[in-house]
């Protein structure tokens, strides 16, 4: 799974398909400007990634010349290659626009099972997806919320920080019953965690 620079977050939720529009400028015509932040973020999704589908998310207020607020986020895909982009929304001479835009990619495919990041809990893990997502953190929450609570599923955020919680990408679901552990979200990003697993020299 290839990931570029790092990645960080952030209200509506729409279903972009990013058609025609190859990759290129995103300066636009006075009049032809975007009127909300998720056009504004739908647009440059289709100028960067023709072709790409899936979910973004944006603030739902007008963003002020201040940065510093949520982000835009999306991941989308075509066919097994994934992308997860984020960024900032300002304004500019009263347009929409994106700062600090990050993005991390990925072919969607099951990694070779490995020791846990940072080594924070026993066994092995394997993931499909890179993106932002902090596998150390969603393991933690399944472990001290799931298996120490001896429930048999819960509800866990994928991202760590303050702008954590933004499903469809950040809340994963986890089943702890048996001895493998899934917890996967929406879009199908997962992480399968074999607790008991030693890893081998």
């Given at each position: 799974?290839?990931?570029?620079?790092?990645?960080r977050l952030g209200c509506l939720v729409a279903l972009v398909a990013l058609v025609a529009a190859g990759c290129g400028s995103s300066a636009?015509?006075?009049?032809?400007?975007?009127?909300?932040?998720?056009?504004?973020f739908v647009r440059l999704l289709a100028e960067r990634h023709p072709g790409f589908r899936g979910p973004s998310k944006c603030p739902s207020k007008q963003p002020g010349r201040l940065t510093g607020g949520p982000p835009c986020v999306a991941e989308i895909h075509k066919g097994k290659e994934y992308v997860q982009i984020w960024a900032e929304p300002a304004s500019r001479n009263g347009e929409v626009t994106f700062?600090?835009?990050s993005t991390g990619s990925w072919t969607r495919h099951w990694s070779t099972y490995?020791?846990?990041p940072q080594r924070i809990s026993p066994g092995l893990i394997s993931v499909n997806a890179a993106g932002a997502y902090d596998w150390r953190f969603l393991l933690l929450g399944?472990?001290?919320m799931c298996r120490q609570a001896h429930s048999g599923s819960c509800t866990i955020g994928g991202f760590d920080g303050q702008w954590g919680n933004w499903p469809p990408f950040s809340t994963f679901r986890c089943n702890v019953a048996g001895k493998l552990i899934t917890c996967r979200n929406t879009l199908g990003d997962a992480v399968r965690w074999r607790p008991d697993t030693r890893a081998t020299a």
């Open positions: 799974m290839e990931r570029s620079g790092p990645l636009h015509k006075a009049g032809d400007a975007p009127k909300t932040i998720e056009q504004a700062k600090n835009v490995s020791r846990p399944a472990d001290g």
